[in-house]
């Protein structure tokens, strides 16, 4: 957990800075059906961060609003990619991806950028091409996203922006003790990139 995410237990009073994760996993949802996906899976893990779970339950909110269909088959929340070798790590998703399942979604949404990108390089080696066969978006906008091949679409968080409110919200606190505390969300952003194809 870094210093924005500065994560409130159920008995814990404090303030919560954070990128708004439920604004950035409803860009996602609403860019793949403008692009014409229907069948749109999710992968991540609720036990690493707080803001894994929040993508999450976004998803799974946004997908009901939007009247898609949630296929229980595609929703991964057991991966656990760590390291500076995640890109190595593809087990997983081989044992996950089934290229003759005609249920597989047309698009997925990862939690984070290394997962999108580990997830690309997976159905690269089991030759289904990115976004050709399947299109995929990230979250976090890490550095590697821009020079991935394809270049990850992703949802940009203000990660300096954060570090700065968060800074200024310590210093609030020591001058404030008894104020209410903060709830507060930096906007996030969509950024288009070319692992996600259009089938309209």
């Known amino acids: 957990m870094n210093i924005c995410e500065h994560v409130l237990s159920n008995n814990k009073k404090n303030d919560y800075i954070n990128s708004a994760n439920e604004k950035g996993v409803y860009d996602a949802i609403n860019y793949l ?31 009901e609003e939007f009247k898609i269909q949630i296929d229980e088959k595609f929703v991964w929340l057991d991966i656990n990619l760590k390291g500076p070798n995640f890109l190595e790590d593809m087990d997983y998703f081989k044992k996950k991806i089934d290229v003759n399942d005609t249920d597989f979604p047309t698009a997925w949404i990862c939690a984070n950028d290394k997962i999108a990108l580990a997830f690309m390089r997976s159905l690269s080696e089991l030759n289904i091409k990115v976004p050709e066969d399947v299109s995929v978006i990230g979250f976090d906008n890490i550095d590697i996203s821009t020079i991935s091949y394809p270049a990850l679409t992703t949802i940009n968080v203000p990660k300096q922006q954060l570090g700065v409110k968060a800074i200024q919200q310590l210093l609030y606190r020591l001058e404030s003790p008894t104020k209410i505390y903060e709830d507060i969300k930096l906007s996030t952003n969509l950024v288009i990139r070319n692992s996600v194809k259009s089938i309209t």
């Open 33 to 63: 059906i403008q692009n014409g996906h229907k069948k749109i899976g999710f992968i991540g893990n609720n036990e690493w961060s707080y803001s894994f779970k929040k993508r999450y339950q976004a998803y799974i909110m946004y997908m």
